[in-house]
């Protein structure tokens, strides 16, 4: 059952503590599931702009649209509980944001890659503030120049960067030369 490969995939990973606490899972879904999930991902005239600073990105809630995706949300639902908000976003090429942490709301981010061919350098970065002390509440986004870049993963197929939401999970995306799909689920408390 898909459900449960989701659950055993997201719910259980080998998590890393430095910088904060996160993992990066491969093969997510079933090869068969993720095939269906790129043939349903809808045209960009159904998504919403984010807004704000960041043009380039484009939200599709999955609450409320047709059955594939309501099927979607509801194994989401069921492996996190309902405390959730799922989305799908759509980045195009150019798209960045800067080093921020999630709102204090929020307890667990995890982001589900859905390219159809992998794209090193495409995933999500991660940050440490050059003055060691710094963190944030998650109130706003930072001045990329104030940190170090860590790392940044793959953006491979059917593969999710996850993290625990700290003062100091920084976290963002570097410019983009291509268009990125992603599945973002937001655990909250």
């Known amino acids: 059952m898909e459900t449960d490969r989701v659950r055993d995939r997201l719910k259980n990973p080998e998590w890393h503590k430095e910088p904060f606490e996160w993992f990066y899972q491969t093969n997510v ?11 349903n991902l809808p045209d960009l005239s159904r998504y919403r702009k984010y807004g704000g600073p960041y043009k380039l990105r484009y939200l599709f809630d999955m609450a409320g649209q047709d059955t594939f995706w309501n099927k979607v949300l509801s194994m989401f639902i069921c492996v ?18 800067s080093p921020h942490t ?9 982001l589900i890659y859905l390219p159809k061919y992998g794209a090193v350098g495409q995933g999500t970065s991660v940050y440490v503030p050059k003055n060691k002390g710094f963190t944030s509440d998650g ?51």
């Open 102 to 110: 999630d709102g204090q709301e929020e307890i667990e981010t995890i």
């Open 139 to 189: 109130t706003k986004h930072h001045d990329r120049a104030l940190f170090d870049l860590l790392f940044t993963t793959e953006y491979k197929p059917n593969s999710a960067f996850g993290f625990i939401r700290s003062d100091n999970s920084f976290h963002g995306v570097e410019p983009t030369t291509q268009t990125r799909d992603l599945i973002q689920v937001s655990v909250w408390r």
């Open 80 to 97: 996190f509980g309902n405390n959730i908000r799922v989305q799908l976003c759509r980045d195009l090429p150019g798209y960045k944001i």
């Open 29 to 39: 879904f079933s090869d068969e599931f993720y095939s269906e999930i790129l043939h």
